[in-house]
């Protein structure tokens, strides 16, 4: 079918082009709004800035197919194979892309807002700069679980979104907008989130041993029971956060502010505190084997039953701090 038969056909009110073997096919800046592609071979096809709002593109083909500016708000790319396809710039507001595979695919400054990614393969993928605020990417039953290992997530705004069981292993999200996103259970280790906002992000249970989070603002952030093993918290802002049973053996935590965080029974052995601002933090039950307090701010702080005889308290600042056997430091 070439191009001027398919317009054709779209002009007169036919929309059912599904299966149809559009290879290589250009399409650019065409209106195919409502369009039905399902399961149709549109590789290498040009979409450049075609309108395909509420398209049908389930389980359609679309590997190396070059959308750049196209409009896909509300489409339908369930299993859908993006494979290597560019995306710079396309619209794709509250689309379905669960299951779809976006392996390798050029999704720069695109607009992902409130879109379904449940079970989308996002491996390699350029997301540099995407807005994906209210994107759904979270895991249910094992079954739908958004899988980002290697992609290139810098400054992208993933605000509100939900990133439940997400598998974003070495992932770059230095500089991301991550507000408020929740992140329970997700896989973390050895990503990249320095200069990261994760202001009232849940990060329970989250897995983050490795990870780099230099300079990110936790401010009120959830880590019960996070693993941040031999991360590197450096200069974070981890104000008011909770950390209760928190894993942070090794951890960096150089010039930290860790005010008024709750660290209950927390493991922060031989992590590095040098200089960190611990005033009227919850450290009750914390494990403080080797922990370097070098110059921290203890002011305030409760260490009623922590663990720290080995601790480093040189230069600390120890006014008003009720120590591990509930005597008051004046």
């Known amino acids: 079918m070439d191009v001027n038969e398919l317009l054709q056909r779209y002009a007169n009110g036919d929309t059912n082009f599904n299966q149809a073997n559009l290879n290589g096919i250009n399409l650019f800046g065409a209106d195919l709004i409502g369009i039905g592609f399902k399961q149709a071979n549109l590789s290498n096809a040009i979409l450049i800035f075609a309108y395909l709002n509420r398209a049908v593109l389930s389980d359609a083909n679309l590997v190396f197919a070059k959308l750049s500016g196209a409009n896909l708000n509300q489409a ?30 050029d999704l720069l400054d695109a607009n992902l807002m409130g879109a379904d990614l449940r079970g989308a393969d996002l491996s390699g993928a350029n997301l540099t700069g995407t807005c994906l605020r209210g994107a759904n990417l979270r895991e249910e039953k094992r079954i739908y679980c958004a899988i980002l290992r290697g992609a290139k997530l810098h400054k992208v705004d993933l605000r509100g979104s939900d990133l439940s069981g997400a598998d974003l292993a070495r992932v770059d999200l230095s500089g991301a907008n991550l507000s408020e996103v929740m992140l329970r259970g997700a896989n ?114 409760t260490l009623l039953r922590a663990e720290m005889s080995t601790a480093n308290l040189t230069g600390a600042n120890l006014r008003e701090t009720i120590m591990s056997d509930g005597t008051i430091m004046y």
């Open 76 to 105: 339908n790319l369930i299993g859908a194979n993006l494979h290597d396809a560019d995306l710079h710039g396309a619209t794709l507001q509250n689309a379905d892309l669960r299951n779809a595979n976006l392996t390798l695919a």
């Open 188 to 301: 973390l280790s050895y990503a990249n989130l320095s200069g990261a906002i994760l202001q009232n992000a849940t990060l329970t249970q989250t897995n983050l041993e490795g990870a780099i989070l230099n300079g990110a603002n936790l401010t009120n952030a959830r880590l019960e029971q996070a693993n941040l093993n031999e991360a590197e918290l450096i200069d974070v802002n981890l104000h008011g956060a909770i950390l209760p049973n928190a894993q942070l053996t090794k951890t960096k935590l150089m010039g930290a502010n860790l005010s008024e965080a709750r660290l209950s029974k927390a493991d922060l052995s031989r992590a590095n505190l040098r200089g960190a601002n611990l005033t009227e933090a919850d450290l009750v039950g914390a494990y403080l084997a080797k922990t370097d307090l070098t110059g921290a701010n203890l002011t305030k702080a």
